[in-house]
């Protein structure tokens, strides 16, 4: 029980790989926030946390929103005082050429991907103990991507600079710092991608993963046993990138 007594807070944990981070922490021990803006989501990862007798809570907040964030730290602080793992899954991805793509949805993308990142680490780390870490979700697109996700791509290259820059300002003997970056994962983000579905990007289903297995990784460079881990990507793909 890799987090038992740890509070454990996971954005995107309404669905998808967020989700099952949030099963996994849950099942080890785990005290899980997860934050997400669909509340039905939301209650359903409790329900299955809680169905398995873990602990877990929903708050619904909205990460494009920097106010609504800062609130709901300020909520979470005032009743477990500190976090002990960070997990930012929560992103969104559009599907544009850059020439036709509206700045206003890119500043939205990069609010939700990435400045969520940045502001969620500023508020949580004067709170978290020794022996806490941040996982930040990236993605295979950061090194090898495809027409009209530039926006996506560029949103989590920067996140993975940001990782590298964190680890740089932080005893990993405090608060450790990673990023995780999942290939071709089963959730509705991959297969809602234009790109698959107009066959632009190949996706072999016999080679796609599975959340829980991206969940596994992210446990791991949660828990202790990744004490000397700090700074890095871990790519989670099925061998991917090295097809590309």
């Known amino acids: 029980m890799r987090f038992t007594d ?28 997860a934050l997400g803006r669909s509340k039905p989501d939301g209650a359903e990862t409790v329900r299955i946390i809680k169905a398995a007798g873990g602990q877990a809570v929903f708050i619904s907040c909205d990460l494009s929103k920097p ?6 730290v300020k909520k979470i602080l005032a009743k477990y005082h500190r976090v002990d793992v960070l997990v930012c899954d929560a992103a969104m991805m559009t599907f544009e050429p850059l020439v036709d793509l509206p ?13 969520s990142l940045a502001q ?23 090194h090898q991507t495809t027409a009209s996700v530039v926006s996506y791509a560029t949103s989590k290259g920067g996140l993975e600079a940001f990782v590298r820059g964190m680890s740089c300002e ?37 080679t796609v993963g599975q959340p829980e297995e991206l969940a596994a990784a992210i446990a791991f460079m949660a828990s202790s046993e990744a004490s000397f881990v700090h700074g890095t990507t871990l790519v989670v793909d099925g061998g991917r990138l090295a097809q590309l």
């Open 103 to 115: 700045l206003a949805k890119w500043d939205l993308l990069m609010l939700v991907n990435l400045r």
């Open 170 to 206: 932080l005893d990993y003997r405090q608060t450790r710092i990673n990023a995780v970056a999942p290939g071709a994962v089963d959730t509705p983000m991959l297969w809602d991608n234009p790109n698959v579905k107009n066959g632009i990007e190949k996706i072999d289903r016999a």
């Open 120 to 142: 969620l680490t500023q508020l949580c780390l004067p709170h978290m103990p020794k022996g806490s870490a941040i996982v930040a979700i990236s993605s295979v697109h950061a």
């Open 67 to 72: 106010a609504n964030i800062a609130a709901t």
């Open 6 to 33: 740890k509070v454990c807070l996971v954005t995107g944990g309404t669905s998808g790989i967020g989700r099952a981070a949030c099963v996994r922490l849950g099942a080890e021990g785990g005290t899980v926030i």
